[in-house]
């Protein structure tokens, strides 16, 4: 397994932005498939963006989709979350995983490797 852990989350006023890290840990960084998920109180965990071994494919959820970018540097072994326009809505606790599997993972399943977690806050 690789070891996660996120950095960048805080407190941001509607329509601002903010950039999450997450610095990984351990063998084989670019063997993973990278996602970032969130979760908002009462809501399920979802994925928000997902990137591919070497960066070439992405997925973003419709609700983040122009407003958010994935990206990876496996030199560094780091996976960040650029956060822009961002909406109250946003608000949640969001993790970065590590998965492995077809290209396209997109359950929490999937994720074999979790960080701790970043509060992420927007105020209106």
């Known amino acids: 397994q690789v070891q996660l852990v996120e950095s960048g989350g805080g407190l941001v006023q509607a329509g601002g932005s903010l950039r999450l890290s997450c610095a990984a840990s351990g063998r084989s960084f670019s063997s993973y498939i990278m996602g970032w998920f969130r979760q908002a109180p009462g809501k399920e965990r979802e994925l928000v963006a997902r990137?591919?071994?070497?960066?070439?494919?992405?997925y973003y959820a419709d609700s983040v989709k122009g407003r958010f970018t994935i990206s990876r540097n496996n030199q560094k072994k780091t996976v960040d979350l650029q956060m822009s326009s961002l909406k109250p809505e946003d608000t949640a606790l969001y993790y970065c995983?590590?998965?492995?599997?077809?290209?396209?993972?997109?359950?929490?399943?999937?994720?074999?490797?979790w960080g701790q977690g970043t509060q992420v806050t927007v105020s209106s």
């Open positions: 990137i591919s071994y070497t960066g070439t494919s992405t």
């Open positions: 995983a590590a998965g492995q599997g077809s290209i396209d993972i997109r359950t929490e399943r999937d994720f074999g490797s």
